[in-house]
């Protein structure tokens, strides 16, 4: 597919498409096997798992992916070169065909040892990883290899499925339905109703009508059944900054990680527009891209992620260790367990809040947000630091932001280096004093918010259609009902000693740990949540020496030290 010149691949193709000296393919013949491919032969096709990396030793090989109903070249790689995205780090299905142009020669290298080529070649490693990243990007840019997403322009449903596969770093194409020749073609063609909208065409022909965010992703391949008979060293239960650092960590050890998260990597810190207060980030970084960072990294050294997966309880194994039941009837067993399930997003009381929920009231601004309320005034609620950072977000993108608090002032709750940039953003309006009083609308979609001064029962009403909510969170413990885990008063995890505890991130139940939002008295920001992942890797490691493995016991994988990231500066490099 022929890119734009305001793309990534095209401003980066020196590092997105690099070529290897041959000294350097000579170290990597050692991690793989040579294949020859006839002229017209398939390397692979879309779809097809765990190709790993091919580096062509002689000939080239076209790669292509489907748009609108044909193959396009994306690019043609000749001796040298090597092939491959994120998806082939993993060995998920490829979102592209190869194709040889000519006959070829090249060195395969399955997902494990391209792995263990990223960690033992470090200079190399880094090339490689970069490529690997900036060419999904490219992919996410054009939506080249993606999804078909189908339905009218502002349909909840479609933007639901939109947001799943962004915020998990999968390519799309939307097709709106009044706009779009093609969309109106499929809709056609199949007989789609108004009822069975949004559609979602899989790239390989399934046709999924109204689907699930689970639907989405099996049809994709994005999960595959648990091994119910594996043992893991460590099962990490939310994929935020706590969980995705333990993952990290306790992986680059030497551990075998499984990580659970019902929706998508990041948490509410992937939400954030963007952090300017975390280390080592002097311009600042969305909270999507500082995540995505982290997940590319966890998959580097080995992690196995679910998502979506969701954990519904939680209960020791009769052979040992912890047997984890997910939503979808499936089990998987570790010997221990961290709990960074995080919280979820306090809701406003108003009895018809739920009916706005799918197209009018957000719980977080990312672009596809901001895309919708373009040229509006829309109301933010919420004094934190996430409020703010949406607020100055949201106002480059916007006619107006009302920032609604019942405290008088910002000046408790938030930053200062966010109040000063609300300060001096002219379409930022502070109201003080104020709650929402009532919504408006129609066929459930707002068209007027009404708030009042809490110290004069004094209501002001404007036609405001979207509405932000930055108010808090509550834990995400329901599911530990019945595992034996203390919760404090508020139905935060208590830890530590006053559990009974040997370590200030142990749980009540020996060998589970509790870190980041979820833990009572936890400090909540990115930078503490990242602190405690690492804290509980290292309580991990003295727990496991101390207890004896599980029947079955699965060997770990050899220990790696962790190799140096150096910063990349695109997303979700």
């Known amino acids: 597919m022929p890119m734009s010149p305001s793309t990534t691949i095209d401003t980066r193709r020196h590092q997105a498409f690099p070529t290897l000296a041959s000294s350097e393919i000579d170290r990597l013949r050692a991690f793989g096997t040579v294949r020859r491919y006839a002229a017209g032969e398939h390397l692979y096709r879309h779809g097809d798992v765990g190709q790993g990396m091919n580096v062509i030793l002689s000939g080239s090989v076209d790669v292509l992916a489907p748009e609108g109903g044909r193959l396009e070249l994306i690019v043609q790689h000749h001796a040298g070169a090597f092939m491959g995205e994120l998806a082939q780090l993993t060995g998920r299905p490829a979102l592209v065909d190869s194709v040889a142009a000519e006959p070829v020669e090249a060195i395969v290298i399955p997902p494990e040892q391209l792995r263990a080529v990223l960690i033992s070649e470090a200079e190399l490693g880094e090339r490689i990883m970069r490529a690997l990243i900036l060419r999904r990007v490219g992919l996410l840019e054009t939506g080249a290899g993606g999804p078909i997403v189908l339905g009218p322009e502002n349909d909840p449903g479609a933007r639901r499925i939109e947001g799943f596969l962004m915020r998990n770093g999968h390519p799309l194409r939307r097709l709106v339905t009044c706009r779009d020749p093609e969309a109106a073609a499929i809709v056609e063609r199949f007989g789609i109703s108004h009822d069975e909208l949004p559609?979602?065409?899989?790239?390989?022909?399934?046709?999924?009508?109204?689907?699930?965010?689970?639907?989405?992703?099996?049809?994709?391949?994005?999960?595959?059944?648990?091994?119910?008979?594996?043992?893991?060293?460590?099962?990490?239960?939310?994929?935020?900054?706590?969980?995705?650092?333990?993952?990290?960590?306790?992986?680059?050890?030497?551990?075998?990680?499984?990580?659970?998260?019902?929706?998508?990597?990041?948490?509410?810190?992937?939400?954030?527009?963007?952090?300017?207060?975390?280390?080592?980030?002097?311009?600042?970084?969305?909270?999507?891209?500082?995540?995505?960072?982290?997940?590319?990294?966890?998959?580097?050294?080995?992690?196995?992620?679910?998502?979506?997966?969701?954990?519904?309880?939680?209960?020791?194994?009769?052979?040992?260790?912890?047997?984890?039941?997910?939503?979808?009837?499936?089990?998987?067993?570790?010997?221990?367990?961290?709990?960074?399930?995080?919280?979820?997003?306090?809701?406003?009381?108003?009895?018809?809040?739920?009916?706005?929920?799918?197209?009018?009231?957000?719980?977080?601004?990312?672009?596809?947000?901001?895309?919708?309320?373009?040229?509006?005034?829309?109301?933010?609620?919420?004094?934190?630091?996430?409020?703010?950072?949406?607020?100055?977000?949201?106002?480059?993108?916007?006619?107006?932001?009302?920032?609604?608090?019942?405290?008088?002032?910002?000046?408790?709750?938030?930053?200062?280096?966010?109040?000063?940039?609300?300060?001096?953003?002219?379409?930022?309006?502070?109201?003080?004093?104020?709650?929402?009083?009532?919504?408006?609308?129609?066929a459930g979609v707002l068209q007027a918010l009404r708030w009042r001064d809490v110290r004069t029962g004094r209501e002001t009403r404007e036609p405001i259609r979207h509405l932000f909510l930055f108010i808090g969170a509550q834990p995400n413990t329901d599911w530990l009902a019945g595992s034996g885990i203390e919760l404090e008063a508020k139905g935060f995890i208590a830890t530590g000693a006053g559990v009974g505890a040997l370590h200030p991130l142990e749980t009540s139940l020996p060998g589970v740990f509790a870190i980041g939002d979820i833990r009572s008295g936890s400090v909540k920001r990115v930078a503490a949540a990242v602190g405690e992942g690492a804290q509980a890797v290292a309580a991990v490691h003295a727990f496991l020496s101390r207890e004896p493995a599980a029947e079955p016991a699965i060997p770990p994988p050899p220990a790696s030290a962790p190799a140096v990231e150096r910063e990349l500066d695109t997303w979700p490099v």
């Open 199 to 442: 559609i979602v065409v899989c790239p390989d022909g399934s046709l999924l009508r109204n689907p699930a965010d689970a639907d989405v992703a099996r049809c994709l391949g994005l999960v595959s059944p648990l091994d119910p008979d594996k043992v893991y060293d460590l099962a990490v239960i939310g994929a935020g900054p706590a969980g995705l650092a333990a993952s990290v960590y306790a992986a680059s050890e030497g551990l075998s990680v499984l990580v659970l998260d019902c929706r998508a990597f990041g948490g509410q810190a992937g939400a954030s527009a963007r952090i300017e207060n975390y280390l080592g980030f002097p311009t600042g970084i969305s909270g999507i891209a500082l995540m995505a960072r982290a997940h590319n990294q966890a998959r580097k050294f080995g992690a196995e992620i679910a998502i979506p997966d969701e954990a519904a309880s939680l209960a020791a194994h009769p052979a040992g260790g912890y047997a984890i039941a997910l939503a979808n009837a499936e089990q998987a067993r570790a010997r221990a367990v961290v709990i960074a399930a995080g919280a979820r997003y306090r809701k406003l009381g108003l009895e018809d809040l739920a009916q706005y929920e799918a197209s009018s009231v957000h719980y977080w601004a990312s672009p596809l947000e901001a895309k919708l309320c373009a040229g509006q005034h829309v109301a933010l609620v919420g004094g934190g630091n996430s409020a703010g950072q949406a607020a100055v977000y949201l106002a480059g993108k916007v006619a107006k932001v009302t920032i609604l608090v019942r405290a008088p002032s910002l000046e408790a709750s938030m930053s200062r280096y966010l109040i000063d940039r609300i300060q001096a953003t002219p379409n930022i309006e502070l109201a003080p004093y104020s709650e929402v009083s009532a919504l408006e609308g129609k």
